[in-house]
């Protein structure tokens, strides 16, 4: 019988995001990519060093367990094939089983996602971010040169969401970039009852709900929801998960403040926000991603 991926929480992943290519992707933006294929070519031994996902990855691949498959990730690149032996080599080399992947030479790879499956595609390229967005895919642009994850916490997968836009529709950001503040929490006030629509992230999370009650105690997962809304705009975004019958660990409402110090005490494998000030903010002090999604985005 063939394959299948069925019932997997599926994550795609391009080698920037993974590994740290950013020496070699100097070479090919300085000179083109015949320079940068010569320099991966020379490197085939040697392992790249572990990016600003890697951590992510490593904890998503341990919730596998013998006889059991509950994550799979596939490796999803605009390198060449030869690049390709490097990145698996390097995976190879860290303990991480990954055994797929996609390497288009520079084309778009964002087309193979719905073959895949995939629920979560992480790519340090933009474009690429946006056309697995308007797709229907959970997607985020990784920042290369973010913090990487802290050790603390080696056997907890830890995972936080802004929340409109990412978790959320972007329906109450439009209300503040249009009309301000005010009218953003009387809207929002008015409407406390009334779940907000599912954003991008809101599968990811689900999918996320189903690895914590499916896993024992050897892997556990901790989520927070990180956003600038307040009381009273709080309501909504709590309601909207409990009608969702979503659990999430930890819940900051900051009105506003800088996001980062929170989340460097929280500690997250990885962050993902909307905004480009507050992914800046988040990647001095955690791995984070730009959600290219929603007005505020644009």
Do not use: C
Request: no cysteine; net charge negative; proline share 5%.
């Amino acid at each position: 019988m063939p394959s299948t991926l069925h019932g997997q929480l599926v994550v795609a992943i391009s080698s920037r995001a993974l590994f740290d290519f950013e020496d070699e992707n100097h070479v090919f933006e300085a000179e083109n990519d015949h320079a940068y294929m010569a320099l991966q070519q020379q490197r085939l031994d040697q392992p790249a060093r572990p990016g600003v996902a890697f951590s992510l990855v490593r904890k998503l691949l341990a919730f596998n367990v013998a006889g059991e498959s509950r994550v799979e990730v596939v490796v999803l690149s605009r390198n060449d094939p030869i690049s390709g032996m490097r990145v698996f080599r390097s995976a190879a080399h860290y303990g991480l089983k990954i055994e797929r992947g996609v390497f288009t030479r520079g084309a778009s790879p964002w087309r193979y996602l719905r073959p895949l499956s995939a629920q979560l595609f992480l790519s340090a390229n933009e474009d690429d971010v946006r056309q697995a967005l308007a797709a229907g895919v959970a997607a985020a642009r990784v920042m290369p040169q973010a913090a990487q994850a802290s050790a603390a916490h080696p056997n907890e997968l830890r995972i936080a969401f802004d929340g409109d836009a990412v978790l959320f529709s972007d329906e109450a950001e439009q209300i503040y970039q249009r009309d301000g503040l005010a009218a953003f929490r009387e809207h929002e006030s008015e409407r406390a009852r009334q779940p907000l629509p599912a954003g991008p992230f809101k599968p990811v999370l689900e999918a996320l709900q189903r690895l914590q009650s499916a896993s024992d105690d050897a892997m556990t997962v901790r989520t927070a929801l990180v956003t600038a809304r307040s009381a009273p705009a709080h309501e909504r975004a709590i309601r909207t998960l409990m009608d969702w019958r979503i659990e999430v660990d930890e819940a900051m409402f900051l009105g506003g403040l800088p996001k980062g110090e929170f989340l460097r005490e929280f500690e997250p494998d990885f962050f993902f926000d909307d905004q480009a000030g507050h992914v800046a903010n988040a990647a001095r002090h955690v791995p984070a991603g730009q959600v290219a999604a929603g007005i505020a985005s644009q």
